[in-house]
T-cell receptor, first 113, second 114 residues
Framework: AQSVTQLGSHVSVSEGALVLLRCNYS??????LFWYVQYPNQGLQLLLK??????LVKGINGFEAEFKKSETSFHLTKPSAHMSDAAEYFC???????????FGTGTSLTVIP | EAGVAQSPRYKIIEKRQSVAFWCNPI?????LYWYQQILGQGPKLLIQ????????DSQLPKDRFSAERLKGVDSTLKIQPAKLEDSAVYLC????????????FGNGTRLTVT
């Protein structure tokens, strides 16, 4: 089975600072990769995804992520944090057979004014 | 397109009572998932349907949880009898068939068991 590791269950950044949320996966075959954001009392919303092609993918709200096969990583970044970015972020992996998804345990992002 | 619809949004019951949640996926999405999300944790898959057939229910506590997806569209998840540890958010998600198709989530049902 796949596993997804998100380093740092809580990350705090100052408003305007770089956001870096880490995600590593275990797979011998590159899977499909996703980042989701969850605001309080809401479901998960897709931020971005990697399937094939360009390894740097851009998503909504200024976020982007880079797929690095050699490091089995898919870290999420944003150059300048905004107060509205405060939320829970989940990395997810989809197997390339069976439509199964595996989620990390999440990273709670706090933005300090 | 209309998103994934779930109801109710909130439910409070006493332990040993029963409860049911409803989900209507995005039109045309063949795959439907129920996840349990305990506070501070990531979503945990309970059951996955492909059309009206079960693909994976290995983590569904079958002694108390049941789910069905009649006609391959709407789905219901039932808990009977509920335990205190069932307090969580129950998320429904759907996806189109095909690798790389993302999950689309509903807003969830927050269940509190007292």
């Amino acid at each position: 089975a796949q596993s997804v590791t998100q380093l740092g269950s809580h990350v705090s950044v100052s408003e305007g600072a770089l956001v870096l949320l880490r995600c590593n996966y275990s797979s011998s075959v590159p899977p499909y990769l996703f980042w989701y954001v969850q605001y309080p009392n809401q479901g998960l919303q897709l931020l971005l995804k990697y399937t094939t092609g360009a390894t740097l993918v851009k998503g909504i709200n200024g976020f982007e992520a880079e797929f690095k096969k050699s490091e089995t990583s898919f870290h999420l970044t944003k150059p300048s944090a905004h107060m509205s970015d405060a939320a829970e972020y989940f990395c997810a992996v989809q197997t390339n057979t069976g439509n199964q998804f595996y989620f990390g345990t999440g990273t709670s992002l706090t933005v300090i004014p | 397109e209309a998103g994934v619809a779930q109801s109710p949004r909130y439910k409070i019951i006493e332990k040993r009572q029963s409860v049911a949640f409803w989900c209507n996926p995005i039109s045309g999405h063949a795959t439907l998932y129920w996840y349990q999300q305990i506070l501070g944790q990531g979503p945990k898959l309970l059951i996955q349907f492909q059309n009206n057939g079960v693909v994976d229910d290995s983590q569904l506590p079958k002694d108390r949880f049941s789910a069905e997806r009649l006609k391959g569209v709407d789905s219901t998840l039932k808990i009977q009898p509920a335990k205190l540890e069932d307090s969580a958010v129950y998320l429904c998600a759907s996806a189109a068939t095909g690798g790389g198709s993302p999950l689309h989530f509903g807003n969830g049902t927050r269940l509190t068991v007292t």
